[in-house]
């Protein structure tokens, strides 16, 4: 019995947190203010395993509250229902799902090889394909592929592109900005700038 709570604990922790990554993700790229942080992480022309750390601090700590904020949330109304709260199986310290599923593709997302699950496959899990597209600046690829873990966040919601190959595939961002992200400067006061500006025009607007 305590074996089946934790697993389904498990599946529903990380529905849950793939859910609302899903979210976080989308609102990163449709809110301006976000969209200066992020855009950080997607002036990369080139993927490599180092553009996973490509990220503005502001970004990393909007999605660290998001995400933090859920896993606390779900955590607390387990033990509360439960009266504490189920161990996740790991490995050498390591949750054995997350082990498992960066150990089958994940830390390839930022790569450059073109891998795609076959069949059924590539709705089912994220390969790093699926994140390919959501890098490319290409305009059928724009906005395409916000999901983590699970592609049936994209498929449900509408933002699902996985075509057979990557003959369309070009990273950037596809406004002739990337040479501002080039520099310290570039990276992480630029986006600032950008951002205060957002805001003084949420909260000041021009008359």
Same mark, same amino acid.
């Given at each position: ?44 022309? *080139?993927?490599?395993?180092? #553009?996973? &750390? ?9 999605? @660290? /509250? %998001?995400?933090? =904020? ?14 504490? *709260?189920?161990?996740?199986? #790991?490995? &050498? ?9 960066? @150990? /089958? %593709?994940?830390? =390839? ?14 709705? *089912? ?83």
């Amino acid at each position: 019995m305590v074996w089946g709570l934790e697993w389904a604990y498990i599946l529903c922790t990380v529905l849950l947190s793939d859910f609302v990554a899903y979210g976080l993700h989308r609102w990163q790229h449709t809110n301006p203010l976000l969209w200066e942080f992020h855009k950080v992480y997607h002036s990369a022309p *080139v993927m490599h395993p180092l #553009t996973n &750390y490509r990220e503005h601090p502001v970004d990393n700590i909007f999605y @660290a /509250l %998001g995400h933090g =904020l859920t896993i606390g949330l779900s955590g607390g109304c387990i033990s509360y229902c439960l009266g504490y *709260v189920p161990d996740m199986p #790991t490995l &050498y310290g390591v949750v054995l799902f997350s082990l498992l599923y960066n @150990a /089958l %593709g994940y830390n =390839l997302r930022h790569s450059h090889l073109w891998l795609r699950w076959p069949g059924k496959w590539a709705y *089912v899990f994220g390969c790093p394909a699926h994140h390919h597209i959501h890098h490319s600046c290409h305009p059928e690829h724009i906005n395409k592929n916000f999901a983590f873990m699970f592609p049936i966040w994209d498929v449900v919601f509408g933002t699902f592109c996985l075509p057979d190959d990557n003959g369309k595939v070009k990273f950037g961002l596809g406004d002739g900005q990337e040479a501002v992200y080039t520099s310290c400067l570039g990276l992480y006061f630029y986006p600032l700038k950008k951002g205060l500006f957002h805001l003084k025009e949420t909260f000041f607007p021009l008359r």
